[in-house]
C-alpha cells in the first residue's frame, strides 16, 4: 500500500469520459459547424443541443494533419498525442504530523474522550497596546527611579564609604541589605539576629536596650518633644500550650512521672462548695 | 419496592436478555423469562454469560430476586434497589471484583453496556472490576464491540445527558478470545461515579459531518507489526475521506489467567492471543460511529483483512446516517425513555431503526410500561433519516429520591 501511496500521482487534466469521446466522434463532420456554433454563442446566448461545448482539440491542429497527409512522411501521429490520457493520482498522503501527545491522552487514557474537542483558539492574543507608548513608558522609568531613590535614603548607611561613588552593595553589605529589604517586606526577624547566646548575655542586651529607649523617653519628655506612644511588649499568644498527642493534658511529665502543680490540683478540684445549710 | 405488587412480565426467548434485565431493574417491574433455549439440546437454558450477569446484577442491587428453573429455561427477576459499590454489598474497599467464567464467549463488552445504563442511576459509585479466565477485552465473532470502543463510542455519549463525571474505563490488561473461542484472561475497571435524579432531555437532530477518525489498533501476544499492517490498510481506505485520521497501536503481552484453570488453558499458560481493531468517526456535532473488528479466534486471517474490512464497516455505519449509531443507539434511546416527563428527540437513520434490536427494544420498553416512540420524517435535507420523539418515565433515580 505504501507504495502505491507514494507513487499516485496528481490527474493533470480531467474530462468527462462521455463528453470527450463525443467530441472525437463528431471532430470530422461537425468541425466546421462547431466554429459557428462556438462564434454564436460567444456573441449571442449558449444553443440547447447535445453538443453545447467546442470540443477541446483545437480545430486548427487537425487542419494541419490534414495537409501533413498529402506528404510523404507521415511523421508522429499528434492525433494519439492529444488524447493520452495524463493521470496523475493525488491521493492525501497521510499527514505525517505525528497527533500530539495531548491528542494521545485524551483519547488513550482510561477516561471517555470528551465530545468537545477543544480546537485551537484561532482568536489571537491580545498583545499589549503600544498606542501609548509613552506615557506608560514614562510611567514605568517613574516608578523605577523613585524605587532607587526609596532605597537609597534606606539603606545608604550601608555603602562602604572606602569604595567611591559606587551605590550598589557588595559582601557583607549587600546582605545586610537583603535583609533590610526582607524585613520592608514582612519578614519577622532579621536574619542577623543570633538565635542562640547566653541568658545573661541576651538580659544584658535587653536591659541595655530598655535603659537606651527610657533614657531618650526621659530626655524627650525634659525637652518638650512629643515621642510616639510606647508599645507594650505583648505577651505571647499561645496561653494555652500546645501539648503532644497523646501527651497527659494537665501537668508536666518529668522522669516519667507527672507532676502537678498546686494550680493544677485546684483547676483538676474545682471551685470548692462551701455548705451553705449546716445541719 | 413493591408497594402495588404487579404480576411479574412474561417474556420469551433469550433475545436481548441483559437489556431485558436492566429495563427490569430500571423500571422496578419484575420479569419472567420462558423459554429459553428450550430445543437446543447441548446447552439448554441459560448460558454460562448470562448466568454471569445475573450474579452481576445481583451484586450491584440490593434485595434482587432471581430464580431459575430446574431446566434453565425458565428464569423470574425481581429487582431490588442500585446501590452500586456501597460498602457492606460485596464490595471491598469500594471495588466489587466480578469473576467472568472461562467459558464466557461474550466479549465484556456485553456486560459492560448494560452496567453503565444503570450506574446513573445507582445510589453510590458504580465501581467494577471484571477479571476472571472469561475476560476478553477485544471485539469477538458473537458481535460484541472491544472495551475501547466501549471507551471511545459509547461512554462520550452520556456527557450529552449531563452524566460527565468520574468516568472511567480502565484496560488494565488486553486479552482476545482463545483458540476456542471461549474465555480471555483480560483485566477490566469500570469506574462510574456520576449519578443523576434524571438524565437530561436531549435533542439530537444534527447528525454533522465526520471530521475525524481516531482508532486503536491492538495486539496481544503477537508481533507488533500486525498493528502496523492493519493501520495502514484501514488508512489506506479511510484517508481519500478525511486527512484527519489517526489510529494508535497499543500492543500488550499474552495474558495469563489469574485463576489456572487447566482445562482451559494451554500447556504455556498464556491464552487470548491476536489482534484487532477498533474505530471511531467523530462528526462536526459531536456524532460518533464506531466499527470493530478482531482476528477471529481459529487465526488464518492476515491483518491487512481486518484493516480493510474495519474500515469498511466504519464506513458503512457512517452510511446509515443519524446522529446515533446502530450499537449505541439502545443506550441512547434507553437513556432518553429513563429520563424527565418531556419528550426527547433523537435523528436515527432508517436501517438504524428497522434493524431487529431497535424494533425490539421499543417492544420492551411499551411492555415495561414507557410510553411509545413517534416517528416522523427528518425534515432536513438529509433523506433517509427519521426523528424519532421519545417521552422519559421521569422515574429515574429510586434509590436517590430516598437517600
Known amino acids: ?279 | 419496592m413493591a408497594t402495588t405488587p404487579q404480576a411479574p412480565l412474561r417474556l420469551r426467548t433469550q433475545r436481548s436478555l441483559a437489556h431485558r434485565l436492566i429495563l427490569s431493574t430500571l423500571t422496578g417491574r419484575a420479569v419472567r423469562f420462558q423459554q429459553i433455549r428450550p430445543s437446543s439440546l447441548t446447552h439448554t437454558g441459560l448460558a454460562s454469560h448470562e448466568i454471569s450477569f445475573l450474579r452481576l446484577l445481583e451484586a450491584v442491587t440490593n434485595g434482587s430476586q432471581i430464580v431459575i428453573g430446574i431446566t434453565g429455561t425458565e428464569l423470574l427477576y425481581k429487582p431490588g434497589l442500585i446501590t452500586g459499590s456501597a460498602p457492606g454489598s460485596g464490595a471491598s474497599g469500594g471495588v466489587i471484583r466480578h469473576e467472568l467464567p472461562a467459558d464466557c464467549i461474550r466479549g465484556v463488552s456485553y456486560f459492560l453496556i448494560p452496567l453503565c445504563l444503570l450506574a446513573p442511576f445507582s445510589k453510590a459509585p458504580m465501581n467494577v472490576l471484571f477479571t476472571g479466565p472469561g475476560v476478553i477485552t477485544s471485539a469477538t465473532p458473537s458481535g460484541d464491540m472491544s472495551a475501547d470502543s466501549v471507551r471511545t463510542a459509547i461512554l462520550p455519549l452520556y456527557a450529552q445527558f449531563g452524566i460527565t463525571n468520574n468516568i472511567e474505563l480502565r484496560i488494565l490488561r488486553r486479552s482476545n478470545p482463545n483458540t476456542s473461542g471461549k474465555g480471555g484472561a483480560g483485566e477490566v475497571q469500570l469506574v462510574f461515579g456520576h449519578q443523576v435524579r434524571l438524565p437530561k432531555t436531549v435533542h439530537i437532530m444534527n447528525p454533522g459531518r465526520v471530521k475525524k477518525i481516531r482508532g486503536v489498533a491492538y495486539c496481544t501476544g503477537v508481533s507488533a507489526s500486525n498493528n502496523a499492517r492493519m493501520i495502514e490498510e484501514a488508512r489506506g481506505v479511510l484517508n481519500p475521506m478525511t486527512g484527519d485520521t489517526y489510529i494508535f497501536s497499543d500492543v500488550s503481552s499474552a495474558p495469563y489467567p489469574t485463576s489456572r484453570d487447566k482445562a482451559y488453558s494451554n500447556d504455556k499458560g498464556k491464552t487470548g492471543l491476536g489482534f484487532g481493531l477498533s474505530l471511531v468517526a467523530e462528526s462536526s456535532t459531536g456524532s460518533l460511529y464506531s466499527a470493530d473488528l478482531a482476528s477471529p479466534p481459529a487465526g488464518g486471517v492476515p491483518p491487512e483483512d481486518i484493516g480493510r474490512q474495519c474500515a469498511y464497516q466504519l464506513l458503512e455505519s457512517i452510511s446509515f446516517g443519524g446522529a446515533v449509531s446502530l450499537a449505541a443507539a439502545p443506550t441512547v434511546l434507553t437513556l432518553m425513555a429513563m429520563g424527565s416527563e418531556d419528550v426527547g428527540r433523537l435523528q436515527l437513520g432508517k436501517d438504524v431503526l428497522r434493524s431487529d434490536s431497535i424494533i425490539g427494544l421499543a417492544r420492551d420498553l411499551k411492555a415495561f410500561g414507557a410510553s411509545a416512540w413517534g416517528v416522523r420524517e427528518s425534515t432536513t435535507e438529509l433523506d433517509g433519516d427519521v426523528v424519532v420523539s421519545v417521552v422519559g418515565r421521569g422515574v429515574g433515580n429510586v434509590g436517590r429520591k430516598i437517600a
Open chain 1, 1 to 279: 500500500m505504501a507504495s502505491a501511496l507514494g507513487k499516485r500521482k496528481r490527474r493533470d487534466h480531467i474530462t468527462d469520459p462521455e463528453t470527450s469521446n463525443v467530441s472525437t466522434a463528431d471532430a470530422e463532420p461537425t468541425s466546421s459547424q462547431a466554429l459557428f456554433r462556438q462564434h454564436f454563442e460567444s456573441t449571442f446566448e449558449p444553443l440547447p443541443g447535445p453538443f453545447a461545448r467546442p470540443p477541446l482539440v483545437h480545430n486548427l491542429d487537425a487542419k494541419a494533419s490534414d495537409e501533413e497527409l498529402e506528404s510523404d512522411w507521415d511523421g508522429f501521429s499528434e492525433h494519439g498525442e492529444e488524447h493520452a490520457d495524463i493521470v496523475h493520482y493525488a491521493i492525501p498522503v497521510p499527514s505525517e504530523v505525528d497527533v500530539s501527545k495531548g491528542e494521545y491522552k485524551t483519547f488513550m487514557s482510561a477516561k471517555p474522550p470528551s465530545l468537545a474537542t477543544k480546537q485551537a483558539s484561532t482568536a489571537k492574543r491580545r498583545k499589549p497596546d503600544l498606542t501609548n507608548n509613552d506615557e506608560s513608558s514614562i510611567d514605568a522609568a517613574n516608578l523605577k527611579k523613585d524605587l532607587a531613590l526609596q532605597r537609597l535614603l534606606k539603606e545608604s548607611h550601608l555603602l562602604d564609604p572606602k569604595s567611591s561613588l559606587s551605590l550598589s552593595h557588595s559582601g557583607q553589605n549587600r546582605h545586610r541589605v537583603l535583609d533590610l529589604r526582607l524585613q520592608d517586606v514582612g519578614s519577622k526577624s532579621s536574619v542577623f539576629a543570633q538565635q542562640k547566646m547566653p541568658l545573661a548575655q541576651r538580659k544584658g542586651i535587653t536591659a541595655k536596650a530598655r535603659e537606651r529607649e527610657e533614657l531618650r523617653r526621659r530626655e524627650a519628655q525634659e525637652n518638650g518633644i512629643i515621642l510616639e506612644k510606647a508599645t507594650k511588649s505583648k505577651k505571647k499568644d499561645g496561653s494555652i500550650r500546645q501539648r503532644g498527642i497523646g501527651a497527659p493534658s494537665v501537668g508536666k511529665l518529668q522522669g516519667g512521672m507527672l507532676k502537678l502543680s498546686k494550680k493544677d490540683v485546684a483547676q483538676i478540684e474545682g471551685p470548692k462548695q462551701v455548705a451553705r445549710h449546716k445541719r
